[in-house]
């Protein structure tokens, strides 16, 4: 695979992620902002959606921990930003 080729997939691989990222924050908007939240409850949340994701049985199940474990470390992410 060329350099180029790499880049490409890379943009179209993280977009996709973003935008199931975004799908899964707004289907969620009705629980309020994470901003309201502390590190301590984000690194929890987190370590469940991992564990979860350790114990998922099917791609499906793996696909939408990803997008979880991504959300709430995002969380993190912004709130200490």
């Given at each position: 695979m060329t350099d180029?080729?790499?880049r490409m997939y890379n943009k179209i691989v993280t977009y996709s992620f973003r935008s199931?990222?975004?799908e899964v924050l707004n289907l969620n908007n009705y629980k309020g902002s994470w901003?309201?939240?502390s590190n301590e409850y984000l690194i929890r949340?987190?370590?469940e959606e991992l564990e979860e994701l350790k114990n998922a049985k099917n791609e499906e199940d793996i696909?939408?921990?990803a997008i979880?474990?991504?959300n709430f470390a995002m969380m993190i992410w912004d709130?200490?930003?």
């Open positions: 180029k080729i790499k199931k990222m975004i901003k309201k939240c949340r987190l370590e696909v939408k921990e979880d474990i991504a709130n200490n930003f």
